[in-house]
């Protein structure tokens, strides 16, 4: 490698760095097999969960970190271990704290303990939860479990590399220089099977962006072989059609084996200049990869390898392999020197050993750091205990709960609340200072540590958007009623031009400014990487969104209806909503996504499934505007602060009139508040979205009859109500009736929840709390389907015509 490599940065560099360097990298393979064959003990003894590990793959990671460049960025996979301790992300001491679920940012920089080890993060965040330079430092994008899941915003990383370079105005040198950073990816061949890589590799291609993807091809996912996974078992031979040419853009792309430290050297230096320098991307296709000790430590693959493979296998462990190359390396130099890494193998065991004795280390130094926290809270626990059952009646029962206690070897911290709450049954019904202790005790242990492992779902930042104090729209004088689109385009307008870093993309969203008018124009006006058509991949447009937001730019993913947000629900649900969680606050993705929904007509073109979205989507707050109005103050106040959102547009209500405001761009609408439309006094009517509509329409009739309703709009599924306004009205109606479009048993289900347990509204009812929804099926095609799928002003007018009946039969008589 050294002196036939053609480059020349390998040239200069003299024999003995070059020596360093592959002993080195020896050095930090070694110690990584050793994490993973300890890691797999450790499992196996009860002290951590559950492990899997990167043995078998290290090599190639190895060569991977060498191309790896600041402000460069990871996506990829469990396996990466190797590669994270190689760029200085991952001591072996960190790894280990992981694999015992250390809840401390310090102590498991990955998760705090959130993610089973092997899932790989660095923090883009500093303490008040801002951006930090992502060109001084590595970067690798939280990974998740899902198969290929790390596929969708990998694309995005790499894209935002693209407009950096592209566009003048986003000069931003925290988050780029010149667009120089690649997206590096890395996948194992059975996940190539999944649709989120097809969609991935097609949507780079079409971009060409500095995307480099490497496939760690071990011929497995977990039991099933190739065969059943791959067409040709074989993914670089089946994408060869990618490969570009003249006929046009593509990859560049590259087989190598994994045991070949050298070759693949010299393939990463390859892949990484092709990228960075031109923006294409690049497959990395590494083969004949082993699982030393098959997936993980649920099941070991003796079970179904052939004995021939296993031996396969141990012939081709890509350590051993190196061991051989480095072992036998020779060099003639000028002077007819030979030129040597070892002059012995002595030099190769001694390395091996000292990797040993560093990993133990840190194994023990990571054990005695998870633990010993805890067993000062036990002792603290057993003398409260102690003081407890001398002063009480109950005191032979609380004397076993910490003996047991005190006999548990490895405690955990389930273990100590759960004892200390036994013990306060035992003394419901006693008084004592002790007593008091414990309970004191308890309620602080929880203040404590609750928040380790449930921080961070949203925001803690001074841009969170609870922050947000509402802006009212203004109006000229003789304010013209205009088409709600135009309020939605002349307000994105306003947007684009205050906001450089402004994206918005989706299917039909550039060229002829959305399915719905509501970016006429736009693209026109701010050019086409600004505003943008994507081909139809939901899942990509929200991990492209994703990955652009995680490198410091503000996108606007469109999903043309809501019907179809369903494909890119996945990706929300396990990626978007869970990234600030999973990273206990160090990384962040402020993506809006913009969509519309409800009542049109058809299966699915008429969608609401706000309850599944509600419940699959907390971490990214959901928004349900009125109007157009209500809707563009939602996207002024999104881009004032650092969350992720929903917001659904209201299909049917681009047609209608409103009154345009003279300040677009900066009146705000507040998220989690809800908004009372109109007061009543006889029973408080919940509802949002196109729904609203109807009921209004229905008041007259109502008022006719002598019910006056109170109506609610909610605004904001997620966060719903947060300053309780609802149980107020219900305070003063008595009665709650929560209208929407979704199935029986959805997002309605959601709200009576919330009103009724959390706000206690059922104190102040007097009559049942009542949900009209939707029928279970979609709705049917047409106007009847439509009348006869979902609640219409008949169905509203009747369900609150026979709240009324119940409680004043001889007023409001029965109907039928
Ligand atoms: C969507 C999804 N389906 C199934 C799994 C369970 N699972 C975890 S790893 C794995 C096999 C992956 O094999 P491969 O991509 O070849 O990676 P390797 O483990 O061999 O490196 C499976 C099926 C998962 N995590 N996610
Ligand atoms: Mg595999």
Redesign the pocket.
């Known amino acids: 490698m050294y002196p036939k490599s053609s480059s020349t940065n390998q040239r200069q560099l003299s024999f003995d760095q070059f020596k360093k360097e592959v002993l080195d990298d020896y050095k930090t393979a070694v110690i990584s097999r050793e994490c993973s064959l300890l890691g797999r003990r450790e499992v196996l003894t009860g002290k951590a969960k559950f492990g899997?590990f990167g043995g078998g793959?290290e090599v190639p990671q190895l060569a991977m970190a060498k191309a790896f460049k600041k402000g460069d960025f990871r996506s990829g996979?469990?396996?990466d271990q190797t590669f994270m301790m190689a760029i200085g992300e991952l001591t072996p001491q960190q790894f280990f704290n992981g694999l015992y679920a250390h809840p401390d940012i310090e102590a498991d920089p990955m998760s705090a303990g959130r993610q089973m080890g092997g899932h790989f993060a660095t923090h883009s965040l500093d303490e008040n939860g801002h951006f930090k330079n992502l060109t001084e430092q590595y970067n690798s994008s939280a990974d998740i479990?899902?198969?290929?899941?790390q596929m969708p915003r990998m694309l995005g990383i790499a894209y935002a590399s693209k407009l950096f370079r592209k566009i003048q105005d986003l000069k931003d040198p925290k988050f780029s220089n010149n667009g120089n950073e690649i997206s590096w990816g890395t996948?194992?061949?059975?996940?190539?099977s999944?649709g989120m890589f097809f969609e991935t590799i097609n949507a780079a291609g079409v971009l060409q962006v500095p995307m480099v993807i490497s496939v760690?091809?071990?011929d497995?996912?977990?039991s099933?072989p190739a065969k059943f996974?791959t067409t040709k078992e074989n993914i670089s031979e089946v994408l060869k059609g990618f490969q570009r040419d003249e006929n046009g853009n593509g990859y560049e792309i590259f087989v190598v084996n994994g045991w070949d430290y050298a070759k693949l050297i010299d393939v990463y230096n390859k892949a990484s200049k092709i990228a960075r320098e031109e923006h294409v991307p690049v497959l990395i296709h590494v083969k004949e990869?082993t699982?030393p000790q098959g997936?993980?430590t649920s099941g070991s693959h003796e079970r179904y390898k052939s004995k021939e493979r296993l031996v396969w296998e141990k012939q081709h462990d890509c350590i051993s392999l190196m061991r051989d190359w480095i072992f036998e390396f020779e060099l003639i130099d000028e002077n007819n020197e030979i030129l040597r890494f070892v002059d012995s193998e002595e030099e190769l065991i001694r390395i091996e050993k000292d990797a040993k004795k560093l990993v133990n280390q840190a194994r023990r130094d990571a054990w005695t750091s998870f633990t010993n926290p805890i067993k000062e809270q036990k002792n603290t626990l057993l003398k409260l205990l102690e003081n407890l059952a001398l002063k009480s009646e109950n005191r032979a029962f609380i004397l076993k709960l910490k003996n047991d206690l005190a006999s548990i070897i490895d405690t955990s911290r389930k273990d100590i609340m759960s004892f200390a709450r036994k013990a306060i049954v035992y003394v419901r019904n006693e008084k004592s200072i002790e007593k008091t202790q414990l309970q004191n005790w308890i309620s602080r242990y929880f203040k404590e540590e609750q928040p380790k492992f449930s921080s961070h779902l949203y925001s803690q930042s001074d841009k969170r958007v609870a922050q947000i104090k509402e802006i009212l729209p203004t109006y000229n004088e003789n304010t013209e009623l205009v088409d709600g689109r135009i309020i939605i385009k002349d307000n994105f307008d306003a947007l684009f031009s205050e906001h450089k870093d402004v994206f918005i993309f989706g299917e039909d969203a550039g060229n002829i400014g959305d399915v719905n008018q509501g970016l006429v124009g736009l693209q026109e006006k701010y050019g086409k990487l600004r505003v943008s058509d994507t081909g139809i991949r939901e899942a990509t447009i929200i991990g492209q969104g994703i990955g652009m937001a995680m490198r410091g730019l503000r996108p606007i993913a469109e999903i043309q209806y809501l019907d179809y947000l369903l494909y890119g629900l996945q990706i929300l649900s396990d990626d978007l909503a869970t990234l600030h969680y999973r990273t206990a606050g160090k990384q962040k993705a402020p993506l809006i996504i913009r969509t519309r929904g409800h009542r049109l007509e058809g299966i699915w073109h008429s969608g609401s499934p706000m309850g599944a979205i509600v419940h699959l989507l907390r971490g990214i707050n959901i928004l349900v505007p009125r109007n157009m109005t209500k809707a563009a103050g939602f996207y002024n106040t999104l881009l004032a602060c650092d969350e992720p959102a929903l917001i659904v547009e209201n299909l049917n209500g681009y047609r209608l009139k409103e009154k345009l405001p003279n300040n677009l761009g900066e009146f705000m609408t507040p998220i989690g508040v809800v908004e009372t439309i109109k007061e009543g006094t006889e029973i408080t009517v919940v509802s949002y979205g196109s729904t609203l509509k109807i009921i209004e329409d229905t008041v007259k009739d109502l008022n006719q009859v002598d019910i006056n309703i109170e109506i609610i709009d909610v605004q904001s599924l997620l966060p719903f109500d947060r300053n309780h306004e609802v149980v107020k009205s219900i305070q003063k109606t008595n009665r709650l009736i929560i209208i929407d479009e979704d199935v029986p048993g959805g997002a309605s289900a959601y709200l009576l929840n919330e009103i009724l347990e959390k706000q206690n509204a059922y104190e102040f009812l007097d009559s049942k709390p009542v949900t009209l929804s939707a029928k279970s099926h979609r709705a049917a095609y047409g106007t009847d389907g439509d009348y006869f799928s979902k609640p219409n002003a008949e169905d509203i007018f009747e369900s609150i015509y026979n709240i009324m009946h119940e409680v004043n039969p001889s007023k409001y008589k029965s109907l039928y």
């Open positions: 899997i793959k996979y469990y396996r479990s899902p198969t290929a899941s996948i194992g061949n059975a996940s190539t999944e760690w091809d071990d497995y996912g977990i099933v996974q990869l699982q997936h993980s």
